[in-house]
């Protein structure tokens, strides 16, 4: 791809800064209209946000409750679509409501009615009520004292960096270049005009002036540091809020089913949902205001909130958890747009789109769900604003990268869709990438030959918490696969002994903040 940039001497149409979802997306659009996009991330693709979120494609129950009926009928809408577009990643996930009050069969059966209502053709499943024993059959290890049914619902789940990394491989195949270890660190202007940006390349020191008709700043909760880059005297726009998530054994919530908390202390809800065979619990909502870029990229999740997901999650269980249990803890911050609401809690979910006067367009806001109508609403703000060719959006039909109609969720693999077949046949070639990388995590040799020659995988940590989700499922067995990591790497790569070291000593350090107590050594 660097050589795609070095070659490249003419103006880009676009210019995207930001490998998230929303930046991903903008990739896609613009692409597939025609446009000449390029996309730069400081970090890994997903590294921010997008890696972190609690892997729902959602309509939102949440903001259902809050009123928001605009949120949620556009992203069922996209919630139906995704589905289609990308039947490997987003997979049908029963939700259970328990009901532990008389009141709560009749009222949240009601709102998941009007839920299932406003999602129209692009349903996933009709919700219904549960009697106690049948809520209990679907979710043997929820706390049966004074519980009276539940209520089940349908909603999509998903797997977020995998989705991110087929993003990237749907823009390039429709001709945009991305570049991960690619920052932007100044912008170009002319006559206040803004006429594109200044790189750098974090791998090799080496800066890039890349010319552009329009530039857009899709860095999430980065979005302020670039807007000030524009304009030194520019207010913040972004309030940034922390969600936590922990990681457990399917044990404590084994079959097929989520949960879903409807209320807790602090008066939001909370997700047990199982996912590559492990349980996520989360998650929180703390305003925070980080101070530099290294805890904006890393964020690390604060005593108080793991012990209220640790507390709310057992008050609905059989078996309270406890630190020892968490297998992973991981942070994201959501880039929400300021307000007059009192928490970040209440803060819109909606997202945002601003053109400054240099011509910087930013889109910030939003949720994964809606990544791509985000992209649509952007690229027709660009379009019109940079003067750019006039062409309708196509994403609501296209196909994304690895796109396969029958994938068994149930398997460790599914998460290849239609590459499956080439990932086997690199084992089938070489039968010792079929050796699993560690005896407690679901993925072979394989997995990291693939990501480093079909998915732009640079360092161990790309491997091992965004190609594979190693380092969210199991903290402790990814530092200890590290070292076999990095040693494959090291070979496709043809790096050296000192790269390899740095390599695992770094991912080893960042391996320990994901756990609660530090048992890695
Ligand atoms: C706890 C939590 C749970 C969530 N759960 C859900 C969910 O279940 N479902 C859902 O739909 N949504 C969910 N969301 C929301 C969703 O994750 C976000 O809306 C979405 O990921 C934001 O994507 P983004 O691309 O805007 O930001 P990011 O993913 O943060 O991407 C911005 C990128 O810009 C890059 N960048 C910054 N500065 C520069 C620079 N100078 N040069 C180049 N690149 C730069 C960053 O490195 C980063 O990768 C959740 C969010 C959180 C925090």
Same mark, same amino acid.
């Given at each position: 791809?660097?050589?795609?940039?070095?070659?490249?001497?003419?103006?880009?149409?676009?210019?995207?800064?930001?490998?998230?979802?929303?930046?991903?997306?903008? %990739?896609?659009?613009?692409?597939?209209?025609?446009?000449?996009?390029?996309?730069?991330? +400081?970090?890994?693709?997903?590294?921010?946000?997008?890696?972190?979120? $609690?892997?729902?494609?959602?309509?939102?129950?949440?903001?259902?409750?809050?009123?928001?009926?605009?949120?949620?009928?556009?992203?069922?809408?996209?919630?139906?679509?995704?589905?289609?577009?990308?039947?490997?990643?987003?997979?049908?996930?029963?939700?259970?409501?328990?009901?532990?009050?008389?009141?709560?069969?009749?009222?949240?059966?009601?709102?998941?009615?009007?839920?299932?209502?406003?999602?129209?053709?692009?349903?996933?499943?009709?919700?219904?009520?549960?009697?106690?024993?049948?809520?209990?059959?679907?979710?043997?290890?929820?706390?049966?004292?004074?519980?009276?049914?539940?209520?089940?619902?349908?909603?999509? +789940?998903?797997?977020?960096?995998?989705?991110?990394?087929?993003?990237?491989?749907?823009?390039? *195949?429709?001709?945009?270049?991305?570049?991960?270890?690619?920052?932007?660190?100044?912008?170009?202007? *002319?006559?206040?005009?803004?006429?594109?940006?200044?790189?750098?390349?974090?791998?090799?020191?080496?800066?890039?002036?890349?010319?552009?008709?329009?530039?857009?700043?899709?860095?999430?909760?980065? *979005?302020?540091?670039?807007?000030?880059?524009?304009?030194?005297?520019?207010?913040?726009?972004?309030?940034?809020?922390?969600?936590?998530?922990?990681?457990?054994?399917?044990?404590?919530?084994?079959?097929?089913?989520?949960?879903?908390?409807?209320?807790?202390?602090?008066?939001?809800?909370?997700?047990?949902?199982?996912?590559?065979?492990?349980?996520?619990?989360? $998650?929180?909502?703390?305003?925070?205001?980080?101070?530099?870029? *290294?805890?904006?990229?890393? #964020?690390?999740?604060?005593?108080?909130?793991?012990?209220?997901?640790?507390?709310?999650?057992?008050?609905?269980?059989?078996?309270?958890?406890?630190? %020892?249990?968490?297998?992973?803890?991981?942070?994201?911050?959501?880039?929400?747009?300021?307000?007059?609401?009192?928490?970040?809690?209440?803060?819109?979910?909606?997202?945002?789109?601003?053109?400054?006067?240099?011509?910087?367009?930013?889109?910030?806001?939003?949720?994964?769900?809606?990544?791509?109508?985000?992209?649509?609403?952007?690229?027709? $703000?660009?379009?019109?604003?940079?003067?750019?060719?006039?062409?309708?959006?196509?994403?609501?039909?296209?196909?994304?990268?690895?796109?396969?109609?029958?994938?068994?969720?149930?398997?460790?693999?599914?998460?290849?869709?239609?590459?499956?077949?080439?990932?086997?046949?690199?084992?089938?070639?070489? #039968?010792?990438?079929?050796?699993?990388?560690?005896?407690?995590?679901?993925?072979?040799?394989?997995?990291?030959?693939?990501?480093?020659?079909?998915?732009?995988?640079?360092?161990?940590?790309?491997?091992? %918490?965004?190609?594979?989700?190693?380092?969210?499922?199991?903290?402790?067995?990814?530092?200890?696969?590290?070292?076999?990591? %990095?040693?494959?790497?090291?070979?496709?790569?043809?790096?050296?002994?000192?790269?390899?070291?740095?390599?695992?000593?770094?991912? $080893?350090?960042?391996?320990?903040?994901?756990?609660?107590?530090?048992?890695?050594?």
């Amino acid at each position: 791809m660097i050589a795609q940039l070095e070659s490249h001497s003419a103006e880009w149409d676009i210019c995207i800064i930001g490998g998230g979802a929303t930046g991903l997306g903008t %990739a896609i659009d613009a692409a597939s209209r025609g446009l000449k996009t390029l996309l730069v991330e +400081q970090h890994d693709f997903a590294k921010g946000t997008s890696s972190r979120s $609690t892997k729902l494609v959602h309509g939102g129950v949440r903001y259902l409750q809050q009123g928001n009926i605009k949120l949620v009928t556009e992203a069922l809408k996209e919630r139906g679509l995704l589905r289609q577009n990308a039947p490997h990643l987003v997979k049908n996930q029963s939700f259970i409501v328990p009901n532990y009050k008389w009141w709560e069969g009749p009222f949240y059966g009601i709102g998941l009615k009007i839920y299932d209502w406003m999602a129209g053709s692009l349903g996933l499943g009709p919700s219904r009520f549960l009697n106690r024993e049948e809520t209990l059959e679907l979710a043997p290890t929820l706390d049966g004292e004074g519980l009276r049914g539940g209520v089940l619902y349908h909603d999509g +789940q998903f797997d977020d960096a995998r989705l991110a990394i087929n993003l990237a491989a749907t823009a390039a *195949a429709h001709g945009a270049v991305l570049l991960n270890y690619m920052p932007v660190t100044g912008l170009l202007k *002319a006559n206040a005009k803004l006429c594109g940006v200044q790189a750098k390349d974090a791998l090799t020191g080496k800066t890039y002036e890349i010319k552009a008709k329009a530039v857009i700043n899709a860095t999430g909760v980065f *979005a302020d540091r670039l807007l000030k880059m524009d304009d030194p005297a520019r207010e913040p726009i972004i309030a940034p809020s922390q969600g936590i998530h922990i990681v457990l054994d399917k044990s404590f919530l084994p079959g097929s089913a989520a949960v879903l908390v409807p209320h807790t202390d602090d008066g939001r809800v909370l997700f047990a949902v199982p996912w590559h065979n492990k349980i996520i619990a989360g $998650t929180t909502d703390t305003p925070v205001e980080p101070k530099d870029n *290294a805890s904006l990229l890393e #964020p690390v999740a604060m005593e108080e909130e793991i012990e209220f997901v640790l507390h709310t999650i057992g008050k609905y269980l059989t078996k309270d958890p406890v630190r %020892a249990d968490i297998k992973s803890i991981f942070a994201g911050l959501r880039p929400l747009v300021k307000g007059n609401a009192k928490s970040t809690a209440a803060l819109s979910r909606d997202h945002h789109i601003e053109i400054s006067d240099s011509g910087l367009v930013t889109i910030t806001g939003g949720k994964w769900t809606t990544y791509r109508r985000m992209a649509e609403d952007v690229v027709n $703000t660009v379009i019109k604003h940079a003067g750019l060719p006039e062409s309708a959006c196509v994403t609501g039909q296209l196909k994304i990268h690895g796109w396969k109609e029958a994938v068994d969720f149930d398997t460790a693999t599914y998460y290849f869709g239609s590459d499956e077949a080439a990932v086997n046949a690199l084992i089938q070639q070489d #039968p010792l990438l079929g050796r699993p990388l560690h005896p407690l995590l679901p993925y072979s040799a394989a997995a990291i030959v693939w990501a480093v020659q079909e998915e732009m995988c640079m360092t161990v940590e790309d491997a091992l %918490a965004r190609r594979t989700r190693a380092l969210l499922l199991d903290a402790k067995a990814a530092a200890e696969a590290a070292p076999g990591v %990095a040693a494959i790497m090291a070979g496709l790569l043809h790096k050296d002994e000192s790269w390899v070291n740095e390599q695992v000593n770094g991912f $080893t350090q960042l391996a320990r903040q994901y756990l609660p107590d530090t048992i890695i050594h």
